[in-house]
């Protein structure tokens, strides 16, 4: 009876196993890009200014990030040139995780080194995460069905959010255990062992199965394709970060805890968002991506709301469970808009394509990310949280209605 009764059990277990295998080469990469780049900008600056650091000096260490939007002026080379002996986008990441993992092995020795130095070098692992990003992102683009695509965006989400707590929480929390070297060496370890499973992926047998290359009528069409998509990511982006960044600044003067507002981003944050990351497919498959993002930004705007109302009556509590909500339905946002992302990039050059589109996006939120204090300052909380709702509702039905276009086109090409 036992073994009639597991069998069932087994053989679930075992097709689960066999749909999720083909993903750990994505998840495992996404993990490497989340815990390099939440070492280099969000925990390198913690430890720097427990160590004294300025806080002058630690605010440049947000160039660290820079690369991350730059990546359209290099990405064409990766569509153009190969790295020998391997698959076209397998070669190139393996050359910039190389890379990166050498960066780091250098970095270790740089406990007290000038800052300028430590910064220089920093950009330059951001370079080549950066770049091993819109490789993996072009092979997602070439190999994958569209109709599996959303299940990739999952594990990126999933495996970006467990990076950023390893990279952040883990090193960071065993610092002082650590120490500079160790701590770097461990983050260059588990970039090398992530590495691993992408070695043996089959871009060349799968090459293709991305579905035909999107096709316009000559350079000028594809280009005003190309920036209406660009114009309509920047919003979303910018106006996603106006409405929702700046939650934990309010937080904080409303006198909740630095302890607290810590474990909110640090921990709570990236667990969200890999909850939502693993029901997101799910949901898009029984409701359509539209509607959940359109749900999800109705959830966004009520956390808004709530946020507005919760400063003004000056209540902590309420707030924070504003910030909560902004983490919910912001994570179940996070699949549908990188799946369409994919898809817009299906062109002919698809590391250059998603680039742009994504470093657009970056770039675009970019200024507000400076503004929004002297903003939130000028106007007080409660006003800045009200104002700041209609500009992401537009920018939110701006991206539904974007998306709606596209899945009809696709369905009446597939007609």
Known sequence: MSGAGTSPLRERVGRIVAGLRPLMPFFCLYVTFGATLGFLSGGAPLILRARGMDLAEIGLLQLINLPVGLTFLWASALDRLRVPFLAHRVGWIVAAQGMTVAGLAILSFGASWPLELLLALAIAICACIATMDIALEALVVETVPAESRSFVASAKLCGA???GMLGVGVLIGAYDLLG???????CAALDLLCLLPILRYPERRLHGRGGAPERWSGSLERLRVLVSRILVLGAYFAMTYLLSGPNTLALLDLGVPLSRVGFLTGSLLPAVNLVMALLAPALAARFGIVRLIVAGAFGVLASGGLMAGACAAQAPGP???????NFVCGGL???PVFNMIYRWAQGPRP???????????FFAAMPLRVASPALADWAGWPAYFAAAMPLY??????????????LRADRAAAR
């Open 351 to 361: 590391a250059g394509d998603y680039a742009l589109l994504f470093g657009a996006a």
């Open 333 to 335: 946002l996070g699949v």
């Open 319 to 325: 707030a924070m469970a504003a910030t909560v909500l």
């Open 180 to 186: 500079w070297r160790l701590a770097v060496l461990a």
């Open 161 to 163: 959010s467990l990076g």
């Open 393 to 406: 509702a537009l920018a939110a039905a701006w991206l539904a209605v974007t998306v709606d276009r596209t």
